[in-house]
């Protein structure tokens, strides 16, 4: 796909650029912000683009990208784009704006490279750019359309009335939402998430995503945890009621349990239970008789969150069982389910498709303890609660 002369080019400079990718990202996006100060306000996510998580993702999978197309020259990496095409319909990006976005990703190599970006390497990395932002748009507009069921693909955002709120722990609050106009909710598959939209104090509309941690009766239900110095997290524990309404836009997300006979290992920690307790609820309600094995580390019995649902759900399932591991546990817990989460101690049948929802730190042990365990890298899927920076 990528000519041969570019190939050569990229290849070439890609040492270069990619030494400087951390520097060019951070002129592209000061520029993009400058000039289009709206798109940080109402659709980037100003507590990634503080804590650096965004930048570090999309010059992570730009130089993946030329990676990729070098070793691969002929082959499109689907698998890398959809994660990226999932959130960029979910948060409602547009066509137009990979111009924008152009204009300014590539006056900061400029600005960052100087007189090494002859027009032989700018056009090599132009290349390189439209192949990735059509590759994109192409997902896009297929997943728009689907997810509009419909409706308008240019707007998929939708009220929704909370119908219920409940206490799961001390800092994690569960939404029952459904459509305002009184509708079916959309369909869903169990490990989605939804972008939730809200207006915040200072007139800013920040989107955040959330995991379905289960949906029934025509509605939605996604859980959040209050994160320590979090603006949307706090907002919504400290604003949305029953009765209050909030814009969703439709369940998207490229992790998502596949049906099949097999087994399941669903391991998780802390809040990242949430796509697990909709996967199980999902087996649960269809009558699985899948061999279904649930791990789960957190700190101790209180702030688990689902600890309840994660037993009456396995004691649901004839052929699932549940393992999970505290740090600190209160009260008499046996000495083997002590500490971080430890598949060493775990049967993990052949033939299991494992999901695995957490911090990076919890994700890169367990996917470890896994390879261990004989499972192939191809049956691992991973959800992160932010920027996927694997790809970096
Ligand atoms: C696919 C997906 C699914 C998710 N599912 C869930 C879910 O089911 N449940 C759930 O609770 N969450 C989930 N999340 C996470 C969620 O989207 C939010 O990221 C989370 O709620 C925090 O958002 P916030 O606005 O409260 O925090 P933010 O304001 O975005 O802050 C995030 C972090 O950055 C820090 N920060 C903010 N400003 C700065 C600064 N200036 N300098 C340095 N650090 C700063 C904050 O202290 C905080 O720790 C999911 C995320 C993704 C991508
Ligand atoms: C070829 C061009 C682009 C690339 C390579 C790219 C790459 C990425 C990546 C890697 C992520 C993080 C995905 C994840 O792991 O969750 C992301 C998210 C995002 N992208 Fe893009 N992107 C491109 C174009 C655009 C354009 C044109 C826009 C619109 C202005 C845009 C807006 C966003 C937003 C808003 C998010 C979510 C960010 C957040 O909430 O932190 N991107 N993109």
Redesign the pocket.
Known sequence: MLSAKSAEVVEATLPVVGAAIGDITAHFYDR?FAAHPE?LRD???RG??ANG??RQ??A???AA?ASALIAHPDQRPDAMLA??AH??VS?G??ND??R??HEHLFAAIVEVLGEAVTPEVAAAWDEV?WL??NA?VAIEDRLRAEAAAGGDPADLWRPYTVVARYQETDGVTTFLVRPADGGPAPASRPGQYVSVRTRLADGARQ?RQYSLSGSADGALRFTVKREPGGEVSAHLHDHLHTGDTVELAPPLGDIALADGDGPVLLASAGIGNTPMTAMLDHLAASGSLRTVVSVHGDRDQLTHAFRADLAQLTAKLPNATAHVFYERPLGDWPAERTGLVDLSTVDVPAGTTAYLCGPLPFLRAVREQLLTAGVPAADIHYE?F???LW?A
């Open positions: 993009l798109l659709l980037f996510n990634n683009q998580a965004q993702a999309l992570g999978s730009i990208f994660r990226i959130k960029h948060v990006i547009t704006q990979y924008i976005v750019y990735l932002a994109l989107i992160v932010g920027p996927d790809l």
